[in-house]
T-cell receptor, first 111, second 113 residues
Framework: DAKTTQPPSMDCAEGRAANLPCNHSTISGNEYVYWYRQIHSQGPQYIIHGLKNNETNEMASLIITEDRKSSTLILPHATLRDTAVYYCIVRLPNSGYALNFGKGTSLLVTP | DAGVTQSPTHLIKTRGQHVTLRCSPISGHKSVSWYQQVLGQGPQFIFQYYEKEERGRGNFPDRFSARQFPNYSSELNVNALLLGDSALYLC????????????FGPGTRLTVT
């Protein structure tokens, strides 16, 4: 799995968009970008994944640069309940079930 | 529909003892994975089972073992507990062979004294 780099922490005002960056400069052509989050004292929660194109679901949007060396998870209208640790993971979908979580970004949404 | 369930929620054991943690996947999911999360770190992969067979193992000692039952529930066993085994143990289930998404349970908090 390709290595990812995320800022250790970020702040965001409630109601504003939260943009969480992830660098994955060594990503290979078939590796997907996955995002999970972990709210305090809970298990991780799947958010979104993508390969090349931008993706959107009811939770978030994923923007992947054209060279695929970085991506951004966007929470369009952050709420206090979005305060969590966000993990960016890059992997092949058929490389087994192991997810390498790393340390993630601790997002604090403030009133 | 019920999510992934784990039992017990909390557990306190003494060094040298043995512990068994249990996980029930989402109905219809055939894959179960186990992770260990120590305080301040991201979850670390321990085992993955699919259709009752071990399909993956992380870098954990042989004191850690697991199995999956015909109803796809799973047990994680840890022998000869060490203080360093204190952690949140997470179970995740996935619907099929392509693991685009895994669904995690709330975890079992194990404290070894």
């Amino acid at each position: 799995d390709a290595k990812t780099t995320q800022p250790p922490s970020m702040d965001c005002a409630e109601g504003r968009a939260a943009n969480l960056p992830c660098n994955h400069s060594t990503i290979s052509g078939n590796e997907y970008v996955y995002w999970y989050r972990q709210i305090h004292s809970q298990g991780p929660q799947y958010i979104i994944h993508g390969l090349k194109n931008n993706e959107t679901n009811e939770m978030a949007s994923l923007i992947i640069t054209e060279d695929r060396k970085s991506s951004t998870l966007i929470l369009p209208h952050a709420t206090l309940r979005d305060t969590a640790v966000y993990y960016c993971i890059v992997r092949l979908p058929n490389s087994g079930y192991a997810l390498n979580f790393g340390k993630g970004t601790s997002l604090l949404v403030t009133p | 529909d019920a999510g992934v369930t784990q039992s017990p929620t909390h557990l306190i054991k003494t060094r040298g003892q043995h512990v068994t943690l249990r996980c029930s996947p989402i109905s219809g999911h055939k894959s179960v994975s186990w992770y260990q999360q120590v305080l301040g770190q991201g979850p670390q992969f321990i085992f993955q089972y699919y259709e009752k067979e071990e399909r993956g193992r992380g870098n954990f000692p042989d004191r850690f073992s697991a199995r999956q039952f015909p109803n796809y529930s799973s047990e994680l066993n840890v022998n000869a507990l060490l203080l360093g085994d204190s952690a949140l143990y997470l179970c995740a289930s996935s619907p099929g062979q392509i693991p685009y998404e895994q669904y995690f349970g709330p975890g079992t908090r194990l404290t070894v004294t």
